[in-house]
Each structure stands twice: as structure tokens, then as C-alpha cells.
């Protein structure tokens, strides 16, 4: 499984946007990277995934480098229930997921 | 659909004592897992199913047993509680084939062992 590297802990303020970066350079040619998010005491949540071209769908945007060796996740209008631990994980696809300790993003009023 | 559902959703056991955590989606996803997370902690797998029939071990289990009833259910079994094992534990699903992968979670079950 490839390793991740993602900054402990971020502030945003409300109503800009996020990026939430994530190095995988470790990542193999058939991994995806997914984005998980966790709310407070809530069970984990799907956000987006991609595997070499950017993603769009109504809760972010993932931008995938060219050498796939890093992905910022981008939430472009943060608001104050988008305060949550991010999780970037390469998955293969039907493989259980290896959760690091994320991002911890506060989003600040 | 209500996704996935879990229960209990809070426990307390004394050492030793047995149970089982209760999982159900309706969402007719082939795969199912189970983790715990510690406080302060990420999520770590415990046991998964890829398919109805198959189980198999992940990063945690032991002191753990898992029953794969059918399709829709996936249960994890304590047979004799240990306060290591005092955790939040979440069941997911997802479908498993068809390129669509992405897990869903249940809201957990918070177990306490003293």
C-alpha cells in the first residue's frame, strides 16, 4: 500500500476555499486516490476519488499531479460543517482502506 | 435506503463477557468491513468480506470472530471482552465491482470494556 503524507492540522476561513494537500509517492500505475472525510464522532465519509485526471463532483474538486505523486483535494466554498478530520487514501479498489491521521481542517467563522 | 445501519449503538461489558455488533446495508453491496478506532486514532480493519461467503482477516483480529449472514449482514462477535478492546467500532460497505468501490459507513457502535 502507498504511503501518504498530510499536514496535521489546517484553518480555513468560512466561505474561502480549502486545499488539502496529499503527497503519494509511492502510489502504483493501478491505485486510485480517494478522499474520505470524518465529522466528529460520525462514521467516516466518501468525498471523491480519481485516478490520473482531475475530478469534479458537488462536494469538491480533486486535482491529480501529472506524476500522480501528490493530490490536493479542494472544497471551494468552506463552511463551518466542513470542519472534519480529510483522509487521503491509494486504494486499488476492492481492497479495505488503510487510514492514516489525516487533516484535521478547522473552519473558522 | 437507510445505508448502513449499526447496533448497539452504545455498549458496556465487563471483562470477559461476550457479544455481537450488528451490521445491515441495504444498499445490495457485495463487500463488507468491519474496524474500530481508538481515540485520538485512525480507523484500522478488523475483518472484511469481499463477498457473501468469504471472509478474511485485516490488520486487527484478534480476540475478534465475524459471520458474513448473507448479503445484507455482517456481524462481529466478541467472545470474551478485554479492556483493549474498548473502542468505537464502524461497519462499511461498498460495491465491489463495476469500478465502484467507495466504502459507506455506519454511524458506529462505542463500546466500552471495564
Known amino acids: 500500500d502507498a504511503k501518504t503524507t498530510q499536514p496535521p492540522s489546517m484553518d480555513c476561513a468560512e466561505g474561502r476555499a480549502a486545499n488539502l494537500p496529499c503527497n503519494h509517492s509511492?502510489?502504483?500505475?493501478?491505485?486510485?486516490v480517494y478522499w474520505y472525510r470524518q465529522i466528529h464522532s460520525q462514521g467516516p465519509q466518501y468525498i471523491i476519488h480519481?485516478?490520473?485526471n482531475n475530478e469534479t463532483n458537488e462536494m469538491a474538486s480533486l486535482i491529480i499531479t501529472e506524476d500522480r505523486k501528490s493530490s490536493t483535494l479542494i472544497l471551494p466554498h468552506a463552511t463551518l460543517r466542513d470542519t472534519a478530520v480529510y483522509y487521503c487514501i491509494p486504494s486499488s479498489g476492492n481492497t479495505p482502506l488503510v487510514f492514516g491521521k489525516g487533516t484535521r481542517l478547522s473552519v473558522i467563522a | 435506503n437507510a445505508g448502513v445501519t449499526q447496533t448497539p449503538k452504545f455498549q458496556v461489558l465487563k471483562t470477559g463477557q461476550s457479544m455481537t455488533l450488528q451490521c445491515a446495508q441495504d444498499m445490495n453491496h457485495n463487500s463488507m468491513y468491519w474496524y474500530r478506532q481508538d481515540p485520538g486514532m485512525g480507523l484500522r480493519l478488523i475483518y472484511y468480506s469481499a463477498s457473501e461467503g468469504t471472509t478474511d482477516k485485516g490488520e486487527v483480529p484478534n480476540g475478534y470472530n465475524v459471520s458474513r449472514l448473507n448479503k445484507r449482514e455482517f456481524s462481529l462477535r466478541l467472545e470474551s471482552a478485554a479492556p483493549s478492546q474498548t473502542s468505537v467500532y464502524f461497519c462499511a460497505s461498498s460495491h465491489g465491482d463495476r469500478g465502484t468501490y467507495e466504502q459507506y459507513f455506519g454511524p458506529g457502535t462505542r463500546l466500552t470494556v471495564t
Open positions: 509511492t502510489i502504483s500505475g493501478n491505485e486510485y
Open positions: 480519481g485516478l490520473k
